[in-house]
């Protein structure tokens, strides 16, 4: 099994106790990640804060080879689901392209980072294992 953890993470990685992907028996899963910016901060506007999840998708998913083409599983928590999913699904739309990963969104009180509204967790083919 290789745990996976970006050089921008180390420093929580140790405070938390969590790898960044995890791969194993051909897949990578990834841990959650929120809309948060690199420096701590959240950007009041949904859609930004989306993106920013996005992206912060792609980085982890790069640490093994991997795209969002490779996810075959994505679990969205939302902190105000119904309010805001049509945002999140135009820009899950930029992101993830047929044939679709299965998905599940799940509305919750909290998320760890104050003031996020989404956490991605993802599952996806591992590529290196092909």
Same mark, same amino acid.
């Given at each position: 099994?290789?745990?996976?953890?970006?050089?921008?993470?180390?420093?929580?990685?140790?405070?938390?106790?969590?790898?960044?992907?995890?791969?194993?028996?051909?897949?990578?899963?990834?841990?959650?990640?929120?809309?948060?910016?690199?420096?701590?901060?959240?950007?009041?506007?949904?859609?930004?804060?989306?993106?920013?999840?996005?992206?912060?998708?792609? %980085?982890?998913?790069?640490?093994?080879?991997?795209?969002?083409?490779?996810?075959?599983?994505?679990?969205?928590?939302?902190?105000?689901?119904?309010?805001?999913?049509?945002?999140?699904?135009?820009?899950?739309?930029?992101?993830?392209?047929?044939?679709?990963?299965?998905?599940?969104?799940?509305?919750?009180?909290?998320?760890?980072?104050?003031?996020?509204?989404?956490?991605?967790?993802?599952?996806?083919?591992?590529? %290196?294992?092909?």
């Amino acid at each position: 099994m290789d745990h996976l953890l970006s050089p921008a993470h180390a420093a929580l990685g140790a405070q938390w106790a969590f790898s960044d992907v995890v791969a194993a028996s051909g897949l990578l899963l990834c841990s959650g990640v929120t809309g948060a910016r690199p420096d701590g901060n959240v950007d009041d506007d949904p859609a930004t804060q989306f993106e920013t999840a996005f992206a912060h998708l792609g %980085r982890a998913l790069a640490l093994a080879g991997a795209t969002t083409a490779d996810v075959v599983e994505l679990t969205t928590y939302h902190v105000g689901l119904r309010e805001h999913l049509e945002t999140f699904a135009a820009v899950k739309a930029r992101h993830v392209a047929a044939p679709y990963p299965a998905w599940s969104a799940i509305g919750v009180a909290e998320l760890a980072v104050p003031g996020t509204l989404v956490e991605l967790r993802a599952v996806a083919r591992d590529p %290196r294992s092909r």
